[in-house]
């Protein structure tokens, strides 16, 4: 099945900093989403981005499908921001794989 | 509109017991997942259900089962809890409108299989 990886694993800021978030995987998608689970285990969908650019807010997401990779761009971080970023990728089996996520936290 | 309920929150059982997990939203939604998140894990799909009628297999189907029992509710069943099955577990419901999907998911079930 596809493979999706994420980097880094982990990321400790300092409020007010930026940050990119990075999605590989090893085939062609046809759906592909970036999901934010909080400190207390809700999963809230951000994205949905099987290529382009989507802003909303503070969040920013690109996805270049053609080189397999999709980035989510985190500015002026917040405390609030903290958890874990889960990509998820369908590919022709028409399933949402996961990545293993990249654990944020963001220091006051 | 609560969105995605699930129930229970908490659950402990030894192993060989059997219990069920239930979902449901209020949004209308045609298609519903059950997922299971293992430390240091993503979400790996359980089954899932594609219209009210229809299940079909996941990535990690194998001592699980499902009922769709309506367009409403998604029911997870374990028939034989294994410490394996020690987990927590997400519902989901999703849409599309203007081509793009959004999934919907639950609080979360924590299981501990002893």
């Known amino acids: 099945g596809i493979q999706v990886e994420q980097s880094p694993p982990d990321l400790i800021l300092q409020e007010g900093a930026n940050s990119t978030l990075r999605c590989n995987f090893s085939?062609?998608?046809?759906?592909l989403q970036w999901f934010h689970q909080n400190p207390w285990g809700q999963l809230i969908n951000l994205f949905y981005?099987?290529?382009g650019t989507k802003q909303n807010g503070r969040l920013s997401a690109t996805t270049v499908a053609t080189e397999r990779y999709s980035l989510l761009y985190i500015s002026s971080s917040q405390t609030t921001d903290s958890g874990v970023y889960f990509c998820?990728?369908?590919?022709?089996?028409?399933?949402?794989?996961f990545g293993k996520g990249t654990l944020l936290t963001v220091n006051p | 509109n609560a969105g995605v309920t699930q129930t229970p929150k908490f659950q402990v059982l030894k192993t060989g017991q059997s219990m069920t997990l239930q979902c449901a939203q209020d949004?209308?939604?045609?298609?519903m997942y059950w997922y299971r998140q293992d430390p240091g894990m993503g979400l790996r799909l359980i089954y899932y259900?594609?219209?009210?009628?229809?299940?079909d297999k996941g990535e990690v189907p194998n001592g699980y089962n499902v009922s769709r029992l309506n367009k409403r509710e998604f029911s997870l069943r374990l028939e034989s809890a294994a410490p394996s099955q020690t987990s927590v577990y997400f519902c989901?419901?999703?849409?599309?409108?203007?081509?793009?999907?959004?999934?919907?998911f639950g609080p979360g079930t924590r299981l501990l299989v002893l």
């Open positions: 989901a419901s999703s849409r599309w409108t203007s081509g793009q999907e959004t999934q919907y």
């Open positions: 085939d062609s998608v046809n759906n």
């Open positions: 981005i099987p290529s």
């Open positions: 998820a990728v369908e590919g022709s089996n028409y399933k949402l794989t």
């Open positions: 949004m209308n939604h045609n298609s």
């Open positions: 259900s594609a219209s009210e009628g229809t299940t």
